[in-house]
């Protein structure tokens, strides 16, 4: 039974990156594609449908942006209690030698680094244009 | 006889000849008439501020060898644009002098980035000229721009406040 449960922690454990990188992508691919296209709506004729599109796709950035942070942040949490189930299985079984827990803040520094990679082209997005504009 | 009237067919032939192939020297010459309009350097393409007068400096010059009257000054400008000549008319330009003119330029509150074309009609009784200045926008520090700062401001007090709201 403990091999099906580790089994189990390790395909969540699969999926949780899985899910991660796809926000991490999804999030930075959004900003980038609306980057370019704010971009070229500020530098062409500005009036009132042209800015209403613009501060469209800014609250879209903004929203894809916020869904990403708090998916990364459960995904985060949700990974570290996967490892500490799999820690204390591994302690139970008497082979917790061969996990050092100090990879554990690993996960959160590089989770935290994903986070600050999709806020950074997240403001590059929203700012630039309006610099342009 | 025979002779003499062969040297008067060719004297005849030649100065005709003459007539034909000289006709600068042989006829009075014709009086020219014409002006140039001249922008000072930097004023052919120069960068504007919308919504903001802009003065361009036009010396109107009477290139030719008789006075030129009653010039009138207009312009082409795009949509939204204002331009106004001082003076708008010369009412005599005499055979080698000149005339400055100012241009003061309104651009549009809200024009299109880019260059602009404006094209500058001199428009005498004995003559007409055009000549064609470009406009470059050049925006002013924009409220945009403290908009787009005042959103990114917010954007990251509220990621702060996700990360410290669920990231316990």
Redesign the interface.
């Known amino acids: 039974m403990i091999e099906r449960v580790h089994e189990h922690i390790i395909n969540e454990l699969g999926s949780n990156t899985r899910t991660d990188i796809i926000f991490v992508l999804t999030a930075i691919l959004l900003n980038l594609i609306t980057l370019g296209v704010n971009s070229g709506i500020?530098?062409?004729?500005?009036?009132g449908t042209t800015t209403i599109v613009m501060f469209t796709f800014?609250a879209l950035i903004?929203v894809v942006?916020?869904v990403a942070?708090?998916g990364l942040?459960?995904g985060?949490i949700m990974r570290q209690k996967l490892l500490d189930g799999l820690l204390k299985m591994y302690k139970d079984q008497g082979v917790e030698g061969y996990y050092d827990p100090s990879l554990l803040n690993d996960y959160k520094t590089r989770y935290n680094l994903f986070?600050l990679a999709v806020?950074f082209t997240?403001?590059v997005a929203?700012?630039?244009?309006?610099?342009i504009? | 006889m025979r002779t003499s009237g062969k040297i008067l067919r060719l004297i005849l032939y030649v100065a005709g000849l003459m007539l034909v192939l000289l006709p600068g020297t042989a006829l009075a010459q014709d009086e020219k008439t014409g002006i140039s309009l001249t922008l000072i350097p930097g004023d052919y393409y120069k960068e504007v501020i919308p919504g903001e007068e802009n003065i361009l400096h036009l010396e109107v010059h009477n290139t030719g060898d008789k006075p030129v009257t009653n010039i009138r000054l207009s312009a082409e400008e795009p949509e939204g644009w204002y331009i106004e000549f001082s003076p708008a008319v010369i009412g005599y330009l005499n055979a080698g002098s000149l005339q400055t003119v100012d241009i003061a330029v309104t651009p549009a509150k809200?024009p299109?980035?880019g260059e602009h074309r404006i094209h500058i009609i001199a428009e005498a009784n004995e003559t007409r000229k055009i000549t064609t200045a470009f406009l470059k926008i050049e925006?002013a520090t924009?409220i945009?721009?403290w908009?787009?700062?005042a959103?990114?401001a917010i954007?990251?007090a509220?990621?702060f406040f996700?990360?410290r709201r669920?990231?316990q």
């Open positions: 500020a530098s062409a004729q500005n009036d800014v903004i942006n916020f942070e708090i942040i459960r985060r986070m806020l997240g403001l929203i700012i630039i244009p309006f610099i504009r | 809200n299109a980035r925006p924009s945009w721009t908009i787009g700062v959103i990114a954007v990251i509220g990621f996700v990360y669920f990231g």
